[in-house]
């Protein structure tokens, strides 16, 4: 897979993905992203340089995810060095591919662009309910940091991985 930055003219393929994502979720009972995509939100992460996509050899796109410097404060404190870290939203793997080991390929290459821009960490958060990707994550490699119970917010299951120090940025 290739992973590079998304454009504009990605826009249409990165809202596919999270359409996809939300069916598939809502036919396994899982409330996550029961929503339309915001295209706003999404367009913007764009225009920002935050979201990038992994193409396969026929240069479909079959993955996004968006990182950025966020440390959302309903979850990650001063104790946490929020600063230490990049933040990983929206990961979606077509489904398709899933099961193919594409997650953990664009995991990886985030952490090597987080290490390589000096990161410390990389982190995310995750809904409370769905406990199939809490198991995800542990099974590669991310430390559960804690469960935090927002009343107005389903996420909170916080994860995260160090992350190699590199002097190659991969983007």
């Known amino acids: 897979m290739i992973v590079r930055s998304a454009g504009l003219d990605d826009l249409g393929a990165v809202l596919d993905l999270f359409r996809e994502a939300s069916r598939w979720l809502a036919g396994k009972g899982i409330d996550q992203w029961q929503w339309e995509p915001r295209v706003k939100q ?11 996509v992994g ?53 990886q290459w985030v952490e090597q ?13 995750c809904y409370r309910s769905n406990t199939g990707l809490h198991r995800y994550y542990k099974a590669h490699g991310w430390s559960h940091v804690r469960t935090i119970d927002v009343p107005w917010r389903p996420s909170g299951a916080l994860f995260q991985r160090p992350t190699p120090r590199s002097s190659i940025c991969p983007a």
């Not at 662009?113 to 958060?125: I, N, P, Q, S, T």
Request: cysteine-free; glycine content about 12%.
């Open 42 to 52: 999404v367009r913007s992460d764009i225009e920002q340089g935050n979201v990038f």
């Open 55 to 107: 193409k396969n050899d026929s240069g479909r796109i079959i993955a996004t995810v968006t990182v950025d410097t966020y440390a959302d404060p309903d979850f990650w404190g001063p104790d946490d060095d929020p600063d230490g870290a990049l933040y990983v939203h929206r990961m979606i793997v077509a489904r398709d591919h899933a099961g193919e080991g594409i997650g953990d390929e664009l995991t």
């Open 113 to 125: 662009f987080a290490g390589a821009l000096g990161y410390d960490y990389v982190r995310l958060d």
